[in-house]
């Protein structure tokens, strides 16, 4: 029984965690990548989960667990009404608004039944398992660490083996059949918790049954009061929202990986198992020690806007997230209540991680202009969650004037001298601010014996951090919008206005006023796509196309006469390009700009054919790059809109990809040549006056198309590789991933 209950759970739980990257690929041709996309996703899944644990728990109250698998096994053939799981035709995200609405109503439409059934496994079959009178029934609890192992496999699994080995139309088939199979596990289930407490049993043992079903069904004076649940809701809220905090700032920046937020929630899933798990392998009071430690140099690399080296602060982010997380699932496990309130105790989990998700993804890109939430969360648990076991849930959070005082002083002391260091010019190049930042954190961690005053303490060390100017230059604007945070800041030089999106910079323009016109970074004259626009200025009325917008610094290329159109998805992009105090691109530009926004695919969908003789492409070089503008149905798009002799130039500049050889082979399928330019070696002078080394794509026709530039030795055809070319049904980043 023990086996049946476990691999039915296992089968659950592989299938939700299944659905979520699958679904993700899917929408990824409307929304294209980003952690906002990642993170309203989880929103939407962590309040079905919630839906879910409600149903379960309700359902198995209201009925008790000999009648409740009457109503459960015809609610699990209702999903297959929807499957296979698939976007239906006819949805369009909006072009210039926040489209995460549109993304919850979507997934709602797609993925909602199947999820919602799939989600109320877990709980339902542990709350069967309780009753059947088995030896381990009355701590089933066990069965949640399945559960989480199942979620593991499957997370590791999407990107290992199952993107790269099935398209999704076939993924989606295989989902379903997954789906069926779990259906008649669970029915089989259900039947032998029925066999179990019928007219077979013994006296003894149906009394015992007897009881364990009333229990669920009417808990006992012992049910758990307002304070158990408030502190399930709290230790369940801080986790889930430090695992999309951590996930967001590590994407941005720190390193920006393709597939980044797959180690965090491997991280996540993992406490469930060692926390639930029979044998303990870790103790709390060890943790309480750990945490503190970890958080220390932690805080005095939020104060120094440390992005180096990545390795080791990715390490250490995901270290302090790992201990964060496991000491609070380590608090509830040892908390969690007797198996007659099992339903409850998840459901109250599912609250607090449906919060997390809903603070993260929807409340905090609205109040907070950086990803603020990330360190909250951090000093919220080191005030929640840090407290000794056996104290009443909230206990230490009674201040005295102490714990009041001294953060406040420490705070001011610190934000005083680097104010000072920022005044005498000793706040960037040396070691002095580290050292002050040092010194703060080590006296906060002398806190750490009172979970409040070093709450606080962490607070007054992440404040003063404000007042430090750094090393990146001076910041000028900070917004944030649904696909990230943009930076306009002066560069440490004092040269130019720069335009970053997390650490990949999308813009630069000289502020010397003879050079305000000339592009700069990828765009240099001397580099790839500069030499191709500089040979095509005699063609008359030319007719550019370009996805990405950036700070506009393409439109140094503007001549009177053509007609450039811009593609791009971000509307504080557009607004920021447009704005004349931070980039004067578009204002110079001697003839007309269009800025269409909105997903390029779908707004080029809407040109006529044959609109552009030059279509630029720069959308490849972030870490959640948009697969859907690189597949063969994208190439047929652009084929389709450019005009007879047109070329199509991609820049492909990217630290963890290689996708030359994903061009080539869509060149390859289509039958069109090739080329490919890399220009990253470059001087130190070149740097210095705001050029970037990068890596571009040219494509068209017809040889003859570009012929001008297979003549040069600086353009060589562009390597492939044995694979097959991407689609909207196939693709997989892990086959191009730079692992040296």
Request: proline share 7%; aromatic share 10%.
């Amino acid at each position: 029984m023990v086996a049946l209950y476990t691999a039915t759970i296992f089968l659950g739980s592989t299938l939700l965690f299944l659905l979520q990257p699958m679904f993700a690929r899917m929408v990824l041709p409307l929304l294209g990548g980003s952690p906002a996309v990642w993170n309203t996703a989880m929103v939407f899944f962590q309040a079905v989960l919630l839906a879910g644990y409600a149903y379960a728990h309700a359902s198995l109250r209201g009925l008790g667990a000999r009648r409740q698998p009457l109503w459960h096994l015809p609610l699990m053939l209702v999903p297959f009404a929807v499957l296979p799981v698939a976007v239906r035709s006819g949805w369009t995200p909006p072009a210039d608004a926040n489209p995460a609405g549109w993304l919850l109503a979507l997934m709602a439409v797609a993925i909602g039944l199947p999820f919602l059934v799939v989600s109320t496994s877990s709980s339902v079959l542990q709350g069967w398992f309780s009753a059947t009178g088995h030896p381990r029934a009355r701590d089933p609890y066990f069965l949640y660490a399945a559960s989480n192992v199942g979620s593991m496999v499957a997370l590791l699994g999407y990107p290992t083996l199952v993107e790269p080995n099935l398209t999704l139309s076939q993924q989606s088939v295989l989902w379903s059949w997954g789906y069926g199979l779990l259906v008649l596990l669970t029915a089989v289930c259900a039947w032998r918790l029925r066999r179990v407490t019928g007219s077979a049993v013994t006296p003894a043992l149906r009394a015992d049954l007897t009881s364990e079903i009333s229990n669920l069904k009417s808990p006992p004076a012992t049910r758990p009061d307002r304070a158990q649940r408030i502190q399930w809701v709290v230790l369940s809220f801080l986790p889930s929202s430090l695992l999309l905090g951590v996930t967001s700032h590590l994407s941005t920046e720190v390193a920006a990986i393709p597939l980044m937020w797959v180690v965090p929630l491997a991280l996540y899933l993992a406490t469930f198992v060692l926390v639930f798990a029979q044998r303990q392998w870790i103790r709390p009071d060890l943790l309480r020690r750990i945490f503190p430690i970890l958080l220390v140099p932690l805080l005095m690399l939020f104060d120094l806007h440390a992005t180096e080296p990545v390795g080791g602060l990715a390490v250490l982010h995901l270290a302090v997230f790992f201990v964060a997380a496991l000491l609070c699932h380590g608090n509830l496990a040892a908390g969690r209540p007797a198996a007659a309130h099992l339903t409850e105790f998840y459901l109250w989990l599912a609250v607090g991680g449906a919060l997390g998700g809903i603070f993260n993804g929807l409340i905090a890109p609205q109040i907070f202009s950086s990803v603020t939430e990330y360190p909250l969360v951090l000093v919220l648990i080191a005030a929640f969650a840090l407290q000794p076991a056996g104290r009443p849930f909230l206990s230490s959070l009674r201040p005295v004037p102490a714990d009041l005082l001294w953060p406040a002083l420490l705070g001011a002391g610190i934000a005083g001298i680097v104010l000072v260091l920022n005044r005498s010019g000793l706040s960037a190049g040396t070691a002095a601010p580290g050292i002050v930042f040092g010194l703060g954190a080590v006296a906060c961690f002398l806190f750490s014996q009172r979970p409040l005053r070093f709450a606080l303490g962490a607070s007054a060390v992440l404040l003063a951090g404000l007042t430090f100017e750094g090393q990146s230059g001076t910041l000028l604007h900070i917004e944030r919008s649904f696909f990230g945070v943009h930076r306009v800041t002066v560069d440490a030089s004092g040269q130019f206005h720069q335009l970053l999106h997390g650490k990949t910079l999308h813009g630069r323009q000289s502020l010397d006023p003879a050079r305000r016109r000339e592009p700069l970074t990828y765009y240099h004259p001397s580099g790839p796509v500069g030499e191709i626009l500089t040979r095509l200025d005699s063609r008359p009325a030319l007719r550019v196309g370009a996805v990405g917008l950036g700070a506009g610094s393409l439109t140094g290329y503007v001549r009177p006469g053509q007609a450039w159109t811009y593609f791009e998805i971000d509307p504080v992009v557009g607004r920021l390009a447009r704005d004349e105090r931070y980039f004067s691109y578009l204002r110079d530009a001697p003839a007309p700009v269009r800025i269409v926004l909105g997903d390029a695919r779908l707004s080029l969908g809407r040109e006529p054919d044959q609109s552009f003789d030059l279509m630029v492409l720069d959308a490849y070089s972030a870490d959640s790059i948009p697969v859907h503008l690189a597949t063969r149905e994208a190439l047929d798009l652009y084929l389709r809109k450019l005009a007879p002799g047109g070329i199509l130039v991609f820049h492909i500049s990217n630290w963890h990809l290689d996708l030359e050889p994903v061009f080539a082979n869509l060149a390859r399928a289509a039958g069109i040549p090739c080329l490919v330019r890399d220009d990253t070696a470059l001087t130190p002078e070149q740097q210095a006056l705001g050029k970037s080394p990068s890596v571009w794509v040219a494509m068209a026709r017809t040889p003859a198309d570009l012929a001008f530039l297979a003549n040069t030795a600086r353009w060589q055809p562009a390597r492939t590789s044995g694979g097959a070319a991407w689609t909207d049904d196939f693709s997989s980043l892990l086959s191009v991933f730079r692992w040296w």
